[in-house]
């Protein structure tokens, strides 16, 4: 049994997310492990020390010389800073996706932590989800056969972040709905799919609710500051062709006149399968000969546990154990960076974009 008592996690920006993250970990039977934070404003770090009994800094040096890993959560265009100083310290380190604000920033993360004696993992916490994990198990086994097509919805009817927020500024999120929610609707399906390499991506973004002065919604997440502070795509079209010859059709918006969606649909040439995150509802779709043609529709049912605390004790054990995870891995963020990267270039340039 693996012997958390040892582990010291450090927190790199003490905001929401970090937050998020440290109740994850207390959720795991894991606060004991978070012990300090950093946070270059005083009163998060304060906030953060009061509420998780952690010691804070005003600097990385200190706490990178004081834990055995960190947490990276800070706005996008930071990533590469902390994560490259935590890793180049000697650590292990877990960071939020994406795993950058540019494909740029990203390639350079990825060539430290390939140099790096730690690991880097990447959060992509839906992978974690019981359903997604029973798909994935159906996948591996053959039930679906071979498996060539997704169908993946991210859609918020109305859910742009608060607008003025680092989530609505082009220079420090590196883009909108894509880059925050279309990350994970992009690494699920390539997960799903076993993770293929990608050729060909043809993708259309767009900026139609944000950027309106009288942007109609019913709750946000944070202050609406207006629309000169929106700077991002709202919502992206794009299909995505890997080498394989499997396919992924995706649907991402954090506004749009349609309800919410978080739907995935899989098929394969012996059986598809419907998963929706936002209930957590998964169905097989079959059809036989049985006695007669039919079709065979099947409802799945797992135990309903939080998948950021799943990923959260993977993480420990990885720091804990010594050995790297082999999920949620620098090379895959890499490749759903690249393919955003090529959704984006594909809608400025208005055709379809290789990915060689």
Known sequence: MTDFSTVQLGFVGLGNIAQLHCDRLQDAGLGDVVAAGMDVDPDARQSFAEEYDATVYEDTEELYASVDAVLVTTPNKFHEEYVVGALEAGLDVFVEKPLAHS???????????????GFCMVGFHNRFANPVQALVGYCEAGTLGDVSHVEADYIRRRGVPGRGSWFTRQPIAGGGSLIDIGAHAIDLSLYL?????????????????????????????????????????????????????????LEVAWATNRPDSQQYYVRGNEAGAGLNLADGTLELYETASTGVMHHRTSE?????????????????????????????????????????????????????????
């Open 103 to 117: 494909l740029e920033s990203a390639e350079r993360i990825a060539a430290a932590a390939a140099d790096a004696p």
């Open 193 to 249: 799919l076993g993770y293929p390499d990608v050729v060909e991506v043809c993708g259309e973004t767009r900026a139609q609710f944000g950027t309106e002065d009288d942007y109609a919604y019913v709750t946000m997440w944070g202050e609406d500051r207006g629309a000169d502070e929106f700077s991002v795509d709202d919502s992206a079209s794009a299909f995505i062709r890997c080498a394989d010859g499997s396919t992924v059709n």
């Open 300 to 356: 799945i049912e797992t135990r309903d546990e939080a998948p950021h605390a799943i990923e959260q004790q993977r993480f420990v054990e990885a720091v804990a154990s010594g050995d790297p995870p082999a999920t949620n891995t620098v090379e895959q963020a890499l490749t759903v960076q690249r393919v955003m990267d090529a959704i984006y270039r594909s809608s400025e340039q208005e055709r379809a974009v290789s990915l060689d």
